[in-house]
């Protein structure tokens, strides 16, 4: 019967001091895991406003690419009526002054490089062939 005290005394001495070791330290354990938490929440706070600065500089570079767009279409009306323009000026003489000519070839590899179609080639390649050249 002894024995059958000291073991349940020394059970009891054993989750009495489990007991007291998990009362000091889950505080602290508490408080470490609500730390490590909180940095989770933060890294996925700041996750969300990368992806969401992410979508935003998307939408800008949407309209951007839109808005070049539109400026490389006027871009090309603009350098179609020039080239026209002056066509049509010394059209009827089918002559034309070389100042003219260096300008509607410089105004051609503007259009060509902004995408220009083949009207404009036709009415630059003529005058080229087939018009005379004054100083």
């Known amino acids: 019967m002894k024995d059958l005290l000291r073991i349940t005394a020394e059970i009891l001495g ?9 009362c000091v330290t889950l505080p602290s354990l ?7 938490l909180s940095g989770i929440d933060k890294t996925h706070e700041q ?3 990368i992806r969401r600065l992410m979508e935003e500089q998307k939408a800008t570079a949407d309209v ?9 279409q006027v871009d090309v009306c603009v350098l179609r009526d020039l ?10 003489e089918k002559r034309i002054p070389v100042y003219a000519l260096e300008n509607v070839t410089a ?9 220009g179609n083949s009207y404009v080639e036709s009415l ?5 062939d087939e018009w005379e050249i004054v100083s």
């Open 64 to 72: 951007l690419k839109r808005e070049a767009e539109l400026q490389r």
């Open 47 to 49: 996750l969300l406003e």
């Open 30 to 36: 508490r408080s470490f895991l609500a730390d490590r």
């Open 124 to 128: 630059v390649n003529q005058i080229l």
């Open 83 to 92: 080239i026209t323009t002056a066509y049509y000026q010394y059209a009827q």
């Open 14 to 22: 054993l989750l009495i001091s489990g007991g007291t070791v998990l």
């Open 107 to 115: 105004l051609y590899e503007l259009y060509e490089k902004r995408g």
